[in-house]
């Protein structure tokens, strides 16, 4: 059997790593967080696109760690928000904002909406860096839906209780993992990279 090889997943998200850990089940690969370096320097988002992110991101924390790094940036677009909050959905309502004060300050810009014009999508980005920080590999995922009047639902994270995937009367939280995995932006963009990295890992693949 071909030994794990060591992955970094450049996140603190607790939620998204659970994610992540789901969809690349049966890789031979030993995930590891960003908690799993508590030296590690922060690399700041200074892109205008997911893209930019997911690559400053992939390339800064696998230069630190030495190691295959992936690197999602994910976020919300809402139409009637011109794309807000966009690559600034986990800082929406403020750098120390919970998941619920984004969700809150969402809400209160879209009062005015009605259910027509509350169309959105949410995007992700994975970036795949070698361990001395060159990209290796670039996927993305949308989901398109709408925003909801209220929060819904005790599953996911983050904008999750007011998304509702295009075809459904439930949200992302309120849907099964297994459901949310296969229907959302992150699942799409990992099935993408979960071919790249099953060839990189094969026996045939990697460095």
Do not use: W
Request: hydrophobic letters at 40%; a negative charge.
């Amino acid at each position: 059997m071909k030994p794990e090889r060591p992955l970094l997943v450049a996140t603190f998200n607790a939620g998204k790593l659970r994610e992540i850990r789901e969809l690349l089940a049966g890789l031979p690969l030993r995930l590891l967080s960003l908690d799993d370096f508590p030296a590690i320097q922060s690399v700041p988002e200074t892109g205008s696109t997911f893209a930019e992110n997911a690559s400053l991101k992939a390339a800064g924390y696998s230069h630190q760690a030495g190691m295959l790094t992936m690197a999602d940036d994910s976020g919300l677009e809402v139409d009637a928000l011109n794309g807000a909050p966009g690559v600034f959905s986990a800082r929406y309502a403020g750098e120390e904002a919970s998941d619920a004060a984004r969700v809150a300050k969402l809400l209160t810009e879209l009062s005015q909406v009605e259910v027509e014009g509350r169309s959105a999508r949410f995007v992700s980005v994975i970036a795949i860096a070698d361990g001395s920080g060159s990209i290796l590999h670039l996927s993305k995922g949308i989901c398109v839906g709408q925003i909801s009047f209220a929060p819904r639902g005790n599953y996911g994270f983050g904008y999750d209780p007011v998304f509702l995937p295009h075809g459904y009367d439930s949200t992302f939280a309120e849907l099964p993992p297994a459901v949310k995995n296969r229907l959302s932006h992150r699942g799409h963009a990992l099935r993408e990279t979960l071919d790249y990295l099953r060839a990189l890992t094969g026996p045939s693949g990697g460095r």
